[in-house]
């Protein structure tokens, strides 16, 4: 049978293929990606399908550990992965409609009941899932007449009660114990879309003008970050296509400040993939960029990403942590180290994160973090400064890295920095024992740390 691509059952179906794909260890843009082929979506002519399908997904990401629990409740034979995943979509939407308004934010306006009923079409629609719609049907309607009862039993487990694994809460706990439910909490958030505005070409001021004259509603959080009020296609905000604003985190906006770039500045950006930082850079003076990133397909990002903003850096597919393979000898004045981490700061809005990454990451993380900062000392002049950034917010990435940086670089000055910013607040006045940045602070962001070292001159 097939099913309208404008249908929720159709919508589900693709959703399904990409979550069972984040449960067999693929990344959820590229499970989406896959789901969409696999369909035969068109970019352009299917986009609405596409993003409704995209939006199911990261929806069930959020609720998938309440869905999982769910499903191995009620279900007693395993019905086969694909079969899984259909039914976490499902409770997925059904479980917002329990959490929220099921008009607005819960199951994207949908009754129950059109749940229940796509959610069997879904599963009539393919010969391999066929035979389950009975089991899809029952699973549903038990779910939604017994849920008062359900709910309580399975949220007994605290993977399915807060939507994260317990080793991950457990990193919380220790980490912040008066904050680590607000945290918890705040992962299954949806996060706001944020622009950085290029005040060299449009103040914001005149920014949020043209925004409102197109019909969209922003409000300034920081020195270039405007906080849109609800989320758009890129293709519909003012400016973008000429380099005008970007899209990226308030957090992420404090980076390249942090640098304290001036004009004819060697500057290193050292894991530099897609290129967001390395713009803001390149808009905040005229500067020569190095960007090194070992993933290639992702370097090629950091070019498109310039070329819309008219800049440009040399991009050096490489290891930062090998700088011998690519450094030409001569020091920079600024480097930016924005390593490779947990992301446990940008959950809420890469919510597939949590179910990928293992405990046994974070040590190894934090060895090759140690080891790229490391090797890129040398590389930094005298009375030059380095900026060490992750998007974490395990102090194991963050502070009590900074402190080892600390004790093991015996000619780095540590600098004033925002330290760590908690997802959502404003950062604290001091960061090991320091005080906050010289760059404004944001109001609504991701989470991140910051340190900043300057080499003694
Ligand atoms: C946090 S992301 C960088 C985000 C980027 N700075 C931005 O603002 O758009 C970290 C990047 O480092 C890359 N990476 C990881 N290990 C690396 C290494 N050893 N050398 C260079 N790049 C690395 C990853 O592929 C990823 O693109």
Not at 37 to 46: A, E, F, K, N, T
Not at 107 to 112: E, K, L, Q
Not at 386 to 413: H, K, M, N
């Amino acid at each position: 049978m097939r099913l309208p691509h404008e249908s929720l059952a159709f919508q589900m179906l693709g959703a399904a293929m990409a979550v069972r794909a984040v449960n067999e260890g693929t990344a959820l843009p590229q499970a989406i990606e896959d789901a969409a082929s696999h369909l035969r979506l068109d970019r352009v002519r299917d986009a609405a399908t596409r993003g409704a399908l995209q939006d199911l997904a990261y929806r069930t990401m959020r609720q998938f550990g309440t869905a999982r629990a769910l499903v191995t409740r009620l279900v007693t034979r395993p019905p086969g992965a694909q079969v899984d995943s259909l039914l976490a979509v499902a409770l997925a939407l059904l479980l917002e409609g329990e959490q929220g308004d099921a008009e607005k934010a819960g199951r994207g306006g949908y009754s129950a009941f059109t749940v229940v009923d796509q959610a069997v079409s879904a599963a009539a629609s393919e010969p391999k899932t066929a035979h389950a719609r009975g089991l899809v049907n029952a699973v549903l309607r038990r779910f939604l007449r017994e849920q008062k009862t359900l709910l309580p039993d399975v949220n007994r487990d605290e993977q399915a009660r807060w939507n994260l694994p317990a080793w991950w809460l457990r990193m919380l706990r220790e980490a912040y114990p008066d904050q680590w439910m607000a945290l918890a909490e705040s992962a299954n958030v949806r996060p706001p879309m944020t622009l950085r505005v290029n005040t060299a070409r449009i103040p914001v001021q005149q920014y949020l003008t043209e925004l409102a004259n197109a019909g969209l509603a922003g409000v300034a959080i920081g020195e270039q970050a405007v906080r849109l009020v609800r989320a758009f296609p890129v293709s519909q905000i003012p400016g973008f296509a000429q380099g005008d604003v970007s899209v990226q985190d308030a957090g992420a906006q404090l980076a390249a400040p942090l640098l304290e770039v001036a004009d004819g500045m060697r500057v290193l950006d050292a894991c530099a993939a897609p290129g967001g930082k390395t713009g803001h850079l390149l808009e905040l003076a005229d500067i020569e960029v190095i960007a090194v990133e070992n993933d290639a397909l992702r370097a090629a990002r950091i070019d498109e990403n310039l070329s819309r903003l008219g800049k440009q850096a040399k991009i050096v597919v490489g290891d930062a942590s090998r700088p011998g393979d690519w450094w030409d000898g001569q020091q920079f004045d600024r480097i930016l180290a924005d390593v490779p981490c947990s992301a446990s700061g940008i959950v809420r809005r890469h919510p597939d994160i949590r179910w990928l990454r293992r405990e046994a990451d974070i040590a190894r993380l934090v060895t090759e973090q140690r080891r790229i900062v490391s090797q890129l000392w040398p590389l930094l002049k005298p009375g030059g400064i380095l900026v060490y950034v992750t998007c974490s917010i395990f102090p194991t990435e963050g502070e009590e890295q900074a402190r080892w940086f600390g004790a093991q670089l015996t000619d780095a000055i540590r600098l004033e920095a925002p330290g760590q910013l908690l997802p959502g607040t404003r950062a604290p006045d001091s960061a090991g024992g320091q005080d906050a940045g010289p760059a404004s602070l944001p109001s609504d962001h991701d989470g991140f740390y910051y340190a900043r070292f300057q080499k003694r001159a």
